[in-house]
């Protein structure tokens, strides 16, 4: 059964860069208002897509500021890079988040990918099959510290000998989100271990083969892949004027659209985002999660929570 039941839940998933503090604060606190189920921030020290040297603030310590300045809304994390820290550390990070939230965090883990910050830093930055071996590591000893007494783990990446974790989380069953969508590894750890597994919205018959390949790996480990919560982040640029949309996104991405933003960003109508995102919820997609970067596009932030939210989970109702 799933954690959420199968309601669907509409969020903003917005990094925290190129942003002072106090912005970034009022999009959480505006977003809660707006009537959003979900609002997430992202783990990285340098902005991505942007200028490398710009602003970046530190997503666990932020996203712990921002459930203190919340009260309803669910706290997210698209994604934890497995590298960064040991993951005896980041349970205890989201057992306290968890606890200042009140038990709203769901906490993503990926393997990480930007190789410029682990350079930088001097992080050592592995071959992806090792990232793969240190997430499924670091899910297995994080639900352990998470749920027992003590934990005693002895792995390839990663040791502990009797390890403690107190207070533990405030929700019985702290929500694990796996990022990515690699079909071999990162799919079988969802399988494995997750709650809720996210990738980007993009072509609709690629995202079946993904749902068939997950089940397979649900197959493997005996578990029914309905168990396992879809959640799709997507782009989008919005007006009630179909031209005026497409006049404002080449204004702000260029034309034509940049290529990472092609398959993942819908321009046009709050109506035609309904229908692009429809498919996606035939499909058994429980969370869609709308990316917005700085400078924040608050007319299609407010169009989805006022539009399209609404009239995909009232399809919902009438299935």
């Known amino acids: ?50 200028d490398p040297s710009g602003p970046q603030f530190e997503g666990l310590t932020l996203l712990s500021a921002m459930a203190a300045h919340t009260t309803r809304v669910r706290c997210g994390m698209l994604v934890l890079g497995v590298t960064y820290r040991h993951p005896a550390i980041v349970a205890n990070m989201a057992a306290t988040i968890d606890h200042v939230s009140g038990g709203r965090l769901e906490l993503g883990m ?37 749920t027992q007494e003590t934990t005693t783990f002895d792995g390839k990446h990663f040791q502990l000998k009797d390890a403690h974790l107190e207070p533990k989380p405030v929700q019985d069953h702290l929500p694990l989100v796996i990022g990515g969508a690699g079909e071999r590894r990162t799919l079988r750890i969802v399988a494995e271990h997750g709650d809720i597994w ?7 018959e690629e995202y079946r083969h993904k749902l068939d390949v997950l089940a397979g790996h649900c197959s493997d480990v005996s578990r029914d892949p309905a168990d396992v919560r879809k959640s799709l982040t997507f782009r989008a640029l919005l007006d009630e004027d179909e031209q005026a949309a497409h006049d404002r996104a080449r204004g702000l991405h260029g034309d034509p659209l940049p290529e990472r933003l092609q398959k993942m960003m819908i321009v046009g109508t709050p109506e035609q985002c309904v229908e692009r995102l429809r498919p996606y919820a035939d499909l058994g997609v429980g969370d869609f999660l709308l990316g917005a970067l700085a400078p924040v596009d608050w007319q299609t932030i407010e169009l989805v929570a006022g539009s399209v939210a609404p009239a995909l989970k009232s399809a919902q109702l009438t299935v």
């Open 198 to 204: 996210n990738m980007f919205y993009g072509d609709a």
């Open 110 to 146: 990926g393997a990480a990918w930007f190789e410029l910050e682990h350079d930088q830093y001097g992080i050592p930055f592995p071959r992806i099959g090792e990232r793969m071996d240190m997430l499924d590591e670091a899910c297995r000893i994080m639900r352990s510290l998470w």
């Open 1 to 50: 059964m799933q954690i959420f039941g199968n309601d669907i839940r509409f969020g903003v998933h917005s990094g925290p860069q190129n942003t002072s503090f106090d912005e970034y604060r009022d999009r959480w606190v505006r977003c809660e208002e707006l009537g959003y189920d979900w609002v997430s921030d992202f783990d990285h020290f340098y902005p991505i897509h942007s």
